[in-house]
C-alpha cells in the first residue's frame, strides 16, 4: 500500500459521507462530512481491535502523524493501549490547570486585592493607595503566588523579618496587620480554614510609642494667656484657638471651607473624603467658635477656605504653620496641637462626660462591629452642650488670677 502524500491530503475534499485515506501501518486520514481532517490510529491489543484520534491535519502535519504512529506501535508492543494513555495524559493536563486557576485565584495577591475592593469604601483614596502600595513592595513578591490556604506562620515571619533588617518596624507593625486582615478575609470568603497570621502575636520587634504631647489641666490658663498676648500672625492665632475650641484634628481646621459651616444651625459640616476615617463629622460650634468664623470673614471674605495661607491668601495654611506657633510660645517638646485633643478629652472624662458622647466629639469610630451597628447616633445636642462647656471653660481658665 503507498503512502500518502501532502498533495494527496492537501486535495482530499469533503464528501456527502464520511471517507477514509490510509497511510499504513494502521494510521490514515478521516475526512468528516465537514471537511474535518483527522489524524486515527488503529491498533489491536489482545486481539481486539481498537483506535485512537492523534490529532488534527494541518494542525498536526503528515511527517508529525507518522511519528506519533511510531509512538503509539511502540506502546502496543508493551501491551498499552494509546487511547488509554492518551486519555490519562489530557486527565493529567485537565487537573494541572484546574490547579493552576485555583492557585491564581486562591493567591495572596489575588485574594489581597479582592479584600482592597471591599474595604474602598471604608477608606479614604489616600489610604487605600498606602496599603496597596506596602503589599506590593513588601508582600507580593514573597508570598504573592502562594495560595492562601499553604501560607504557614514561618512564611509570614520570612516576610517580616526583611522589613525589620532594614530598621522599618512600623512598616513590619502595619504588614502584619494587613496580612492578617487579608487571610482573615480568605477564611471568611471559605477560601482557607484557618489564619496562621494570628499566631505571630509577639514576633516583631518594638518601638516605644511616642505619643503626642498634650497639655495637663494645669497648664492650660499660662497658655491661653500666652496665645491670646501672643504677636502670632492673626490667622494662625485664630486658627490655633479654633481647633482647640472644636477639638479636632489640625488638617481639618486647614482644610475647612466656607461652605462646611451652617451658621443657622450652628454646625461644621466636615465631608467624609477630608476625615481620617473616611466618615463624615458634624461638629456642633460653640459661641466662641463662630466668633472666631465670624472674625476671620470679616477678614478674608467668607469663600474658599476659613484660614487662607500667610503667604498665599488662595490656599490653605501650611501643615507647619500651627506647630511652628506652639514652638514661638515656648513649647517646643511640651506640647503638640494634636495633643489639645488628648487634653479636651481626659477633662471632659474627669468632669463626668459621657464617654460616647466625647469619643463622638473626637471622632473616633466605634471598634466594635455590633456596638457600631446599633450605635449610630450622633448625639448633636449633647455634643452642642460639651462642646459649649468646653469653651466656656477655658475663656474662664485664661482669665483666672
Same mark, same amino acid.
Given at each position: 500500500?503507498? =503512502?500518502?502524500?501532502?498533495?494527496? #491530503?492537501?486535495?482530499? =475534499?469533503? $464528501?456527502?459521507?464520511?471517507?477514509? !485515506? ?8 478521516? #475526512? ?11 491498533? $489491536? ?16 502535519s503528515l511527517q508529525e502523524a507518522r511519528a506519533s504512529r511510531v509512538e503509539a506501535r511502540e506502546l502496543v508492543k508493551t501491551g498499552k493501549s494509546p487511547a488509554h494513555v492518551k486519555q490519562k495524559k489530557r486527565q493529567a493536563e485537565i487537573a494541572k490547570e #484546574? ?15 479582592? /479584600?482592597? +475592593? ?9 489610604? %487605600? ?8 513592595? +513588601? ?6 503566588? #502562594?495560595?492562601v490556604e499553604e501560607i504557614t506562620p514561618p512564611l509570614i515571619l520570612q516576610t517580616l523579618k526583611r522589613i525589620e533588617k532594614r530598621g522599618a518596624l512600623v512598616i513590619a507593625a502595619k504588614v502584619l496587620q494587613r496580612i492578617t486582615a487579608v487571610l482573615r478575609f480568605s477564611v471568611q470568603c471559605g477560601l482557607a480554614t484557618t489564619n496562621p497570621a494570628t499566631e505571630m502575636k509577639g514576633v516583631l520587634k518594638t518601638r516605644k ?10 497648664? !492650660? ?54 476625615? $481620617? ?8 460650634? %460653640?459661641?466662641?467658635?463662630?466668633? @472666631? ?28 504653620? !500651627? ?10 517638646? *511640651? ?11 481626659? @477633662? ?11 469619643? $463622638? ?10 456596638? *457600631?451597628?446599633?450605635?449610630? %447616633? ?6 452642642? *452642650?460639651?462642646?459649649? /462647656? /468646653?469653651? +466656656? ?9
Amino acid at each position: 500500500m503507498s =503512502k500518502l502524500t501532502a498533495l494527496e #491530503i492537501r486535495n482530499a =475534499k469533503k $464528501k456527502n459521507k464520511p471517507y477514509k !485515506l490510509n497511510d499504513g501501518k494502521g494510521l490514515y486520514l478521516h #475526512i468528516a462530512v465537514s471537511g474535518l481532517k483527522s489524524w486515527v490510529y488503529r491498533f $489491536k491489543i489482545n486481539k481486539k481491535e481498537s483506535m485512537v484520534t492523534m490529532g488534527e491535519h494541518p494542525t498536526m502535519s503528515l511527517q508529525e502523524a507518522r511519528a506519533s504512529r511510531v509512538e503509539a506501535r511502540e506502546l502496543v508492543k508493551t501491551g498499552k493501549s494509546p487511547a488509554h494513555v492518551k486519555q490519562k495524559k489530557r486527565q493529567a493536563e485537565i487537573a494541572k490547570e #484546574i490547579a493552576e486557576k485555583k492557585v491564581a485565584v486562591n493567591s495572596f495577591e489575588q485574594v489581597a486585592h479582592n /479584600w482592597i +475592593d471591599t474595604q474602598k469604601n471604608n477608606w479614604t483614596p489616600k489610604h %487605600s493607595h498606602a496599603v496597596q502600595k506596602t503589599l506590593e513592595k +513588601d508582600v507580593f513578591p514573597f508570598i504573592g503566588e #502562594i495560595s492562601v490556604e499553604e501560607i504557614t506562620p514561618p512564611l509570614i515571619l520570612q516576610t517580616l523579618k526583611r522589613i525589620e533588617k532594614r530598621g522599618a518596624l512600623v512598616i513590619a507593625a502595619k504588614v502584619l496587620q494587613r496580612i492578617t486582615a487579608v487571610l482573615r478575609f480568605s477564611v471568611q470568603c471559605g477560601l482557607a480554614t484557618t489564619n496562621p497570621a494570628t499566631e505571630m502575636k509577639g514576633v516583631l520587634k518594638t518601638r516605644k510609642v511616642k505619643h503626642q504631647p498634650a497639655l495637663p489641666h494645669t497648664d !492650660l490658663p499660662e497658655f491661653l494667656r500666652k496665645l491670646s498676648e501672643s504677636d502670632l500672625h492673626p490667622t494662625t492665632k485664630l486658627a490655633l484657638k479654633f481647633t482647640i475650641l472644636t477639638a479636632v484634628r489640625t488638617g481639618e481646621v486647614r482644610g475647612a471651607k466656607w461652605r462646611e459651616i451652617d451658621f443657622d444651625a450652628g454646625l461644621w459640616k466636615i465631608p467624609a473624603k477630608r476625615m $481620617k476615617m473616611n466618615t463624615p463629622h458634624i461638629v456642633p460650634l %460653640s459661641q466662641q467658635a463662630i466668633a @472666631i468664623l465670624k472674625r476671620i470673614g470679616v477678614m478674608w471674605g467668607e469663600t474658599g477656605y476659613i484660614f487662607p495661607g500667610i503667604r498665599q491668601d488662595s490656599q490653605q495654611l501650611s501643615e507647619n504653620t !500651627l506647630l511652628y506657633a506652639m514652638y514661638r510660645l515656648g513649647y517646643h517638646g *511640651k506640647a503638640t496641637v494634636h495633643g489639645f485633643r488628648a487634653t479636651f478629652s481626659t @477633662i471632659a472624662n474627669e468632669s463626668g462626660f459621657e464617654p460616647d458622647i466625647i469619643e $463622638k466629639s473626637l471622632a473616633h469610630e466605634e471598634r466594635n462591629a455590633v456596638r *457600631k451597628a446599633y450605635n449610630r %447616633s450622633e448625639y448633636i445636642e449633647q455634643r452642642r *452642650k460639651l462642646m459649649q /462647656w /468646653w469653651a +466656656d471653660l477655658l475663656d474662664q481658665l485664661e482669665h483666672e488670677d
